[in-house]
């Protein structure tokens, strides 16, 4: 028969090898908290060569890539993060979203990528983590930034928190009402424990929000900076200039909207479009611990089959089609789907390039194999399957005797 | 219909005596294109030409290859960075001090003097092959005219074997009305090339659509100026896995 010393918990629980090594995902080492990410070189005791590493060290928005153990961070979308391939976007890659027709669903993408480089630089607020670059567009864009999507019990919790906090007496003789018995045999902690174990290993790396609210507090210059687009070669320098002045931050690049005559009124010749990109490019490899760049362009003002497109997209690391139905699929999907809305999708997602995968030759070309909604609260990607409609019905009248 | 695992797998041959880079040969400098599209990015065939020139061997292939002589290489890309070949050459056993990366990616204003530099300083090793990645950038982000850019590519193929990789994407070979139009440059440029090139490696997806087994088809082809050396003009196709091994089949 063992003894155990008086202040010990019974049967506590067994301690978990932490650190220890896995193939893709590194765990959690002992001096940082869960969900932060750690670079090799850390891992390894050697310290960060470049300043821009240490953008990745203790980052909670960055986990690795699960092909190719890449540090990753998310686009604001957790089902463009599994179509990318890695569950995110390599840091030092790019992403080119291209719409056709007049809806703008690639806009509710920037916003949600501008907007999760937000929520992670505002989970520390002594530590800011994240800094936003908002290319050609103003505050006033800016401003409609989604908010973090609060469920209904989070907004129970968060009444109930608050009216905790108010100084009374019930508050008082609650706060000392603590069970002893089952602190001395882990009940409580236990309890805790199971609920951090259900809690993804990276509980910060993506949120999701709500796109119709606003972040309560709209981001200030210190965490979003806007640059105007009236000089391309200005543009790139300020970009540049920006990025520096953020040694220790992963710096999130937005272009939405680009060429957009609504945005881009300056004439622009094809060849200075394309230096602008390649020097975003330039960019994105100097400093390939830092930067990731995220584009829309409409692709009713430029088709695929303009070949200044086909240059931008050989510069870019991934490219995304949204391809809304067109009338006629869409009158039949509200038919077919009468009885279930959640399933009427609003177009078809293709897929033309992924990250570090169509790099190293692989062909990773899906068109009309995806279909998405762009929902209140997600942006839902799911296998594309064509609608049936029911004709049974008439069929069983017929066969009755 | 067959799929890509009932079929034998292939080695790469580019010449008759079985061998995929030719010899060195003081009379003839080849001029070589790597046409690819954009879903199919030839930068495993990159990897297995350099590894052929710097070793002699060939990843892609069970065989040895016949002809193991080597030659040193110099390596320029203007849309892909040091790092990201850097990496895929991290496969290749052996010491890469043969292998020179010119970085036109970051300057690409005095790209010529550039790569003459380099050429000339690997030449005392051997003649060098050379490697371009996309020079066709070079009549967009700087002045440099279709004409010049090819007297300036002939220039160096005098000193040097030329492999230049260019994209063939449908858009971008569409000649137009307007002499600046992007598509109209480019195919005169992909055209005039295709005109003084000995060999033309030419990568597409599959006309039927994407495959689990078949990443897409590698054609072998001569160009019109003749090569000494008989080249053995064929069709592949070809799987990579996302572990990056290749798999060639007659196609």
Redesign the interface.
Known sequence: MSFRRRGEIVSGPTPQLVGAPSPLIPRAAPNRRAGEYVSRAALAGGTPKRNSENALANHVGVKPSI?TSQPCISTGSSDIDSVLGHQGLPVGSSILIEETGTTDFASTLSKLFLAQGIAHNRINPSQPNTHDVLVGLDQNWAKGLPGVYKGSKERKKEKVQQNESKVSVSNIVNQSNDLKIAWRYGLNQRKNESDDDTIDQYPHYNNQFDITSVLTVAPGPHELTCIPNDNLPRTLKRIEDTVIKQPNKIVRIAVPLFLNPLVYQNETS??EI??FV?GLK?IL??Y?NQVALFMTVNLDLYP????????I???FDSVIELRPFDPQLHDLMERVYKNQPAKIKHGHLNV??LPI???????????MEYSFKNGRRRFEIEKWSIPVEDEETNDDKKLEF | MTSSSDLQQQDLVVFEDRSILPKSNPEHNYCTLVLYK????????NVALVENSLFGTCYVNKTPVSDRSTAPVVFASL???E??YRK?MARLKGDLAGFKYVDL??SYQDWYTKILLEVDRQSKLGKPNVFIE?PE?LL??TDITVDKLLAQLRKLNTKCNLFLIS?S????M?YSDSPD???TI?ATFLTKLAHRSSLIFSLR?LRT??AEDV??ELTIGRGLIGSPKKIVEREYLYL?N?E?T?KLFYR
């Open positions: 092909l094809a060849p394309l230096r390649h330039q490899k100097k390939p695929r089959n303009n070949p200044l497109i086909g240059y997209e050989l510069l033309y390039k995968l169509s790099e190293s030759g692989l062909m990773c070309v899906q068109e | 954009a879903s199919t990015r030839p930068t495993w065939l849309s892909t960075d790092t990201t895929q990616f970051n996309n950038f967009f982000l994209s994407d449908e858009s971008l569409e139009d992007f598509a480019h997806p659509g994407r990443t897409g990579i996302k990056g290749v």
